[in-house]
Every structure is written in C-alpha cells, then in structure tokens.
C-alpha cells in the first residue's frame, strides 16, 4: 500500500475522520463517501487521570444555610 506523506487539502464531502481505540493504541483513518478508506499511523491513546482525581477529592457537605428560628420569649 502506499503511503502518503502529507494529506489533501480537501476531501470530498461527506469524507469520515474514523478513531478507534484498540487497547493503549487508537486506529485512525478516512473513510471517502465512495467507501474507499486511508489508512493514517496508528497512534498512541492519550490518558486521562480527570476520574481518578475526582475520586480522590473528597468534597466537605454544603453547609446547612437556613436559620434557626428563635423561639419568642426566649432569653439570649
């Protein structure tokens, strides 16, 4: 298969970008609307530690905002 070294600046209409994740490694290709696919390099899956660390984060309770009523005749 050959290989391109830069892509077109234009692509039909319609054209697909394709990822697909396959382990730590995400599959990339265009798909053209007459089903014809470019197969791009492979690249590694970036990881996102967002979850993780959100889990790790404990956040304190709201805080209780209403007041307390003060019973008439109550002494301060």
Excluded: Q
Aim: net charge positive; with cysteine.
């Amino acid at each position: 298969m050959h290989r391109l070294t830069r892509l077109p600046a234009r692509f039909p209409a319609n054209s697909k970008y394709v990822l697909e994740s396959r382990g730590p490694w995400v599959r990339r290709y265009i798909e053209f609307p007459d089903g014809r696919t470019l197969e791009l390099t492979p690249r590694k899956a970036a990881t996102c530690h967002c979850a993780e660390l959100a889990s790790l984060a404990e956040t304190p309770p709201p805080a209780d905002t209403k007041r307390r009523k003060r019973s008439v005749g109550a002494a301060a």
